[in-house]
């Protein structure tokens, strides 16, 4: 059989674009920062070995592998990031005083407002930016609407839980 008479796989060169498959990082507010980015590895050394193959080589072809092993590592960090977001906002949902959730709640619908308006608004920009500010913006809209559903659950189980935990009737548990 002849290596040539045989139907070729065509190759796939990536480009930076790419990178931008799938939803963009989340934006991380500052007050729980620290908490969430607890042992998460924020693949810099990676990026940085990206630019640098990038800087040295001059065109992407030449450096499909450090994109690859980028991208793989970001929708790993930002798949962990969204997770340990909502299990923040659930948690300050849960512990928060009540007014402050409330607010915070509050804060992230007129952020989801503001986002929802921007959104509209880029859907009359034309062109690759067009689609750069649409993905960035749809991404952090979908981030922030799960991030207040997480705080509002959290709020709600504080609320079904409270009269239990202030019972001042002690329950009495039987085993047989």
């Known amino acids: 059989m002849d290596v040539d008479s045989q139907a070729g796989m065509e190759e796939t060169i ?10 963009p990082s989340p934006i991380i507010p500052p007050e729980i920062a620290s908490h969430v980015l607890e042992g ?6 990676l990026l940085r070995n990206l630019f640098l193959c990038l800087q040295i ?3 992407e072809p030449f450096c499909q592998d450090e994109i690859v092993i ?3 590592c970001a929708e790993k960090r930002d798949k962990e990031l969204r997770k340990r977001l909502e299990e923040s906002e659930h948690k300050l949902g849960l512990s928060m005083p009540l007014d402050q959730a409330k607010e915070r709640a509050t804060q992230l619908e007129s ?5 929802e308006r921007r959104l509209i608004l880029a859907s009359g920009i034309e062109g690759v930016e067009g689609f750069r500010q649409r993905w960035s ?3 952090r809209l979908t981030d922030s609407k799960k991030r207040l559903e997480a705080l509002k659950q959290g709020m ?4 079904t839980n409270k009269p239990v935990e202030h ?10």
């Open 156 to 159: 709600e189980n504080r609320e």
């Open 40 to 45: 998460v590895d924020l693949c810099d050394g």
């Open 167 to 176: 019972s001042t009737a002690k329950r009495r548990w039987f085993f047989w």
């Open 57 to 59: 080589n001059d065109i």
């Open 70 to 72: 980028y991208r793989e």
């Open 111 to 115: 952020d989801i407002t503001s986002l």
């Open 137 to 139: 913006l749809h991404g």
């Open 14 to 23: 990536l480009v930076g674009d790419d990178l931008m498959m799938g939803p």
